[in-house]
Nanobody, 117 residues
Framework: QVQLVESGGGLVQAGGSLRLSCAAS????????MGWYRQPPGKVREFVAR????????DYATSVQGRFTISRDNAKKTVYLQMNSLKPEDTAIYYC??????????WGQGTQVTVSS
């Protein structure tokens, strides 16, 4: 299974932007569908976005549609989440995921994003 390491989290004011990165190792990255989930304080983990193996398909949660953009660079084995127009309710631990039809889902350790009002 692929190993995933997120980076790029931090503290930002409402209306600001952050770009999260997730570096993969230990697997054939181009065969993995990649995604982002988040867990707000005191709440359950929720889906944010996903991208297909060759970037031809993306999917977003309604709450982030139009503000967040998922992308990937298969040569660099990295997936990104560009987050614009951030809101306090976007505060959460953000997790990177990778899965194939046969591998099951792999999770990163998470990166904290805090949006102040």
């Amino acid at each position: 299974q692929v190993q995933l390491v997120e980076s790029g989290g931090g503290l930002v004011q409402a209306g600001g932007s952050l770009r999260l990165s997730c570096a993969a190792s230990g697997g054939t990255f181009s065969t993995y569908r990649m995604g982002w989930y988040r867990q707000p304080p005191g709440k359950v983990r929720e889906f944010v976005a996903r991208i297909s193996e060759n970037s031809d398909m993306t999917d977003y949660a309604t709450s982030v549609q139009g503000r967040f953009t998922i992308s990937r660079d298969n040569a660099k084995k990295t997936v990104y989440l560009q987050m614009n127009s951030l809101k306090p309710e976007d505060t959460a631990i953000y997790y990177c995921t990778g899965d194939t039809a046969t591998s099951g889902i792999s999770w990163g350790q998470g990166t904290q994003v805090t949006v102040s009002s």
